[in-house]
């Protein structure tokens, strides 16, 4: 036989079916996303926890295949690990980051911006576009003041 319950709920189930927080915890109980400081303005982040890993998929050109598996194995090489892609694009990204911002206002600076097509057709187009984006990337690593 069950035992009493010591306390009463103050609330119904029906209640809390009805409660949108209560309902929006149980549905979804990952936290908000976490703002990312901004390095330009001395936000540091905070001590990073080992986070679960997020899976990507990039899809690339034969030629950006060939230079990114020559780029890991020279990393490999020079580090002398068994290095992968991950690590590798986890670096840039690190090495990138405390220049968001001077890179956001690099594109945005350079005019405006049409993302091409996907269809084979649009090869060149899609080139020229990236071509664009690596050199307002490059023009803001270059200008921005590092520590």
Known sequence: MPKPLATVPTISAV?????????????DPRPAPERVP??????????????????????LTEHTAEVLDVLVERLR?????????SHM???????VEPALSAVEVEVASSGP????????????????FERRMADAILAALHKRHWP
């Open 113 to 128: 911006w049409r993302l091409p097509a996907n269809g084979e057709q649009h090869d060149a187009d899609r080139a020229e």
């Open 15 to 27: 209640a809390r079916l009805l409660d949108a927080a209560a309902v929006s915890g149980a549905v």
């Open 77 to 85: 090489a020079a580090t002398r690990t068994r290095l992968s892609a």
């Open 38 to 59: 901004n390095p330009e303005k001395g936000e540091v982040p905070r001590a990073r926890r080992r986070a679960h890993p997020v899976k990507r998929e990039v899809v």
């Open 89 to 95: 694009l986890r670096a840039m990204i690190t090495a």
